[in-house]
DNA sequence: CATCCGTGGGA
DNA sequence: TTCCCAAGGAT
């Protein structure tokens, strides 16, 4: 744990780098609501700005306001979320808004308390939107700041493979008292860890603080273990991601049968649905891997029956 | 607490 | 080409 004087120099230095490098991301402009702070930290949850931007925008034009998505079917906001991944993230965010205008007379909780309890909201984004869209002191611990600390503080090169007590602790121990000055440190650190102190590669020359890091003082330690990647092909992630492709572009109910049999053998023409259709049938998964995968989706509401086809929840 | 849940760009 | 992984949350 740094000495107090070593704390002041670390909220300088990492605070003045990031007055000069920030990106200028739309979420971050004073004029943005407290909604739009809250789409946005949804949509970034282990996805990448450069594919958040575009939804982002698509969704605060159509939706500026919580109740504005309330009042269309949960299926829309699936529809619109597109590409992103996991879709469920659309559906709680549409919860999210309902719950802001049964609870919260439409505007969006501006306590951590009342943000946790939201659908989709764990203890990252309450503690975001709190601080960003509310200017709140709030420690906020994503996968960047984690990172951050880890080699800045302790001195090893990845943090523990999920998120501590210890952790936690030390992040509010870092957190500078001044309400102003603990916002602009939280986007600070995670800024530096997204741009700098990368998981892969950091760029240590162009980190404002390299001085005083504990893991480049260690002489780099490797990590202490390795982190499990997660398996994708041929997995169920894989076949629901490719039927929810083919529901958001279909424009009715989709036949059962479509997903099981190639669309020539079904004697029709699928409308519109053929391009995600085929990808799912290349898959070539087997049919009780498919049934898992659409009872899966049934189960978590991101599709529903309706006469005898799927289609994405009304 | 480990596992599950999408996606696509870059190394 | 294959692998990695990105502003997590729910169970």
Known sequence: ???????????????????????????????????????????LQQTPVVRVLPVWREWLQRWPTPAGLAGEPAGEAVRSWGRLGYPRRALRLHAAAVAIVENHGGKVPDNYADLLALPGVGSYTAAAVAAFAYGRRETVVDTNIRRVHARLVSGVALPAPALTAAEMRLAAQLLPDDDGTSVRWNAAVMELGALVCTARAPKCGDCPVRDSCAWRAAGEPPPSYIPKGQAWHGTDRQVRGAVMAVLRVAEGPVPAEMFQREPADLGFAPEGIGVPLAALHRLNSAPEQLERALAGLLADGLAEVQHGGYRLPG
């Open 1 to 43: 744990m740094p000495s107090e004087p070593e704390l002041q120099e670390l909220h300088t230095r990492i605070n003045a780098w990031f007055a000069g490098i920030a990106r200028d991301l739309p979420w971050r402009e004073a004029a943005c609501s407290p909604w739009g702070v809250l789409v946005s930290e949804i949509m």
